[in-house]
């Protein structure tokens, strides 16, 4: 039943380290291999799950983004495991290079998501699903294709947020599989307010997780996640172009079934990262109160924010969130994917 009158929660400014956190714990894989291969190595650890009619959720850009994870990769992890599977997108809800289908199928152009289906799951209307224990929803908005597919693999390029403080797995789907009208709408705007991005904070991380639970829920169990830190700006992909610099050094590639796992392991090799070197995105997460993503996930019982992390660069030895960062450098460095460099120019 949802709450009436509903309050957000608190302490999404605060950062909870790994010690004070109780409860189960999940399995999170690792590997610094940011390449085609190292995707597919790691995709390999959590992939079996998926089946039948296999759609990919990905953000694939504002027009000339420097910062998506490269098609290539994708383009290599589909041929190799996935023929067949589809990606999927919604239009957005602020006008820009992906407003409109028709807009949205030029910028695929431009940006390369050529080699594969790419369905805009809104094109042709919405569905609602249930969102079971929210307070903010009783149903949430997708696009109505979404259905069409039995699994789902979340394949996400962990970064910065302007509103939502960092975009992981729960932020590539709370936000990216609500279709462009209405689910969007539901989760930034203020009833009867012309004030778009009217909700901040607590209460948008929350609306944003509730999103994520309902989609979550529809394809449990064969949906697996995958986040990609690399060109990790403080500014997501919808900010194209115009985001902030990369100043992060890139880290790696993570995996697991469980969503708040690998979006909470991220965020602490984030804070662990050596020589100050995850300055920037912590105090983008923090400014924003980021962080009650993650606890608000746990209350939803959508995951565990303990997890046992799997080097599978190193035999699968298990390894803290600082023994996985302790080699990188605090600089970051252009790699060869770096096809379009939007603000990376400067300077």
Known sequence: MRITNPIPGKGGSRYVPYDERGGESSVVFFTRDLSEEGLKKIYDRVGSVLGGRVAVKLHTGEAEGPNIIPCPWVKELLGARLPGATIIETNTYYEGSRYTTAEHRKTLEINGWTFCPVDITDEDGVAALPVNGGKWFEEMHVGKNMLNYDSLLVLTHFKGHMMGGFGGSNKNIGIGCADGRIGKRDIHTPADSDNMWGISEEELMERMTESTKATVDHFA?????????????????????????????????????????????????????????????????????????????KELGMGNDRYTLIDVDNGDAVITAADAVKDVKPVWKPDRYNIFWGRNRRG
């Open 221 to 297: 169990p064969h949906i697996c996640y995958v986040n990609t830190m690399r060109n990790m700006s403080v500014s997501c992909d919808c900010e194209g172009a115009a985001g902030e610099p990369v100043v992060t050094p890139d880290v790696g590639i993570l995996a697991s079934l469980d969503i708040l796992a690998v979006d909470a392991a991220c965020v602490d090799l984030i804070y662990n990262l050596p020589e100050g070197g995850g300055k920037a995105l912590i105090e983008r997460i923090e400014t924003r109160h980021g962080h009650r993503q993650l606890s608000y996930m």
